[in-house]
Every structure is written in C-alpha cells, then in structure tokens.
C-alpha cells in the first residue's frame, strides 16, 4: 500500500534506559518476592535455580511478571517506531491495531522541535504527529525528499519538554500504580 520501507524509528535512548531500569526494578521485586512464598519456603532451597523450579511448578507469578513488565517493554522499547515508506508512514500511536496511514500528498509541513530528536508532521486536514527519534535527521531528509516544506526554528521546543516531563511522571506514575497493586495482592 505504501511501498517498500526506508525507515523505521526507535525510541530515545533516554527512555530505553528508564525502561530497562523498571524491568531491572520489578525483576528484582520479583525474584526476592519468591522467597516469601510458603510452598517456597517449605522446600528449604533458596537458590536461583531453585526459584526457576519454583516458577516452573507454580508459573502463576511468572506469567503475571512476564504479560505486564516483560512483553510491553519489549514492544515499547524495541519493536514499537514509527515507519517511513516510499509513499507514506505509518504512524504507532501506541498498540498495533491503532496504527495510522499516511500519505505524503496529505501532509503540508514539518517543524523541527529539537536539533536532533524531535520533530511534528502536519497534516492537511489539521493532525499533527509528533515524532521523536535518535536520528531525526534521516526523517527530514525523506520529507525532502517529498517535497515537504518545512521550519527548522526551535520555538515549540518548550512545550515538547513539558510533554516528556508529563510521559516521565505517567511512567513513574504506573509503576508506583503496578507496585502497589501487587503489594497489596490484587494480583493473586
């Protein structure tokens, strides 16, 4: 529909780590929260290789674990971007089946938001995405290469800063969230 593919973004590399530090965090959480276990006590083993048998027996925590921490930081910091084709992009607005077409007739500018990892495409019929990556260079290169007209001042610089701040304290936000739910036993 759209073409062969040019390019496909990541996510900040800032971000990446912030999600490998709530992996690391919640692993940590999970692993010294086994030994709390009375079936776990009760075999009088506490080991590693233990606590993976453990999980082998009673795989109940681990795929709790694994379904709500394993597989959305996997998507989120490796697979999700958004994707740059011949004739279009495919814009990820977050799950797969909410993907968005389009094409490049249909946009009428870009600005650039930071010298070198942000951008916002502007559509004609009034959408605007926002487009973060760690090379941002390589995403105006193929909207010049379109014929896309664009503005490379900084001035909508302030307000994408307040929105990394407002996507830093909802990540936080759900983890506390997470945190609490588990520890209070909402998931058992």
């Given at each position: ?34 030994f709390t276990y009375e079936k776990f ?148």
């Amino acid at each position: 529909m759209l073409g062969k593919k040019l390019y496909k973004t990541s996510m900040l590399n800032e971000f990446r780590l912030v999600i490998v530090g709530l992996v690391i965090f919640f692993f940590n959480d999970f692993y010294l929260d086994t030994f709390t276990y009375e079936k776990f006590q009760a075999g009088g083993k506490f080991k590693i290789l233990d606590v993976i048998m453990y999980h082998y027996f009673y795989p109940y925590e681990f795929i709790t674990f694994f379904s709500l921490i394993i597989i959305p930081a996997c998507y989120y910091g490796l697979f999700r971007g958004v994707k740059f084709c011949e004739k279009g992009f495919i814009f990820n607005r977050g799950l797969p089946f909410l993907n968005r077409s389009v094409q490049y007739a249909d946009i009428k500018t870009y600005k650039l938001l930071h010298p070198k990892k942000a951008i916002s495409i502007h559509s004609k019929n009034g959408d605007i995405f926002v487009i973060a990556d760690n090379s941002v260079e390589r995403v105006i290169a193929i909207l010049d290469q379109h014929n896309i007209q664009g503005d490379l001042a900084q001035d909508d610089y302030v307000k994408l800063i307040s929105n990394y701040k407002m996507f830093m304290m909802m990540v936080i936000g759900f983890t506390v969230f997470v945190f609490a739910m588990k520890k209070f036993g909402l998931f058992q």
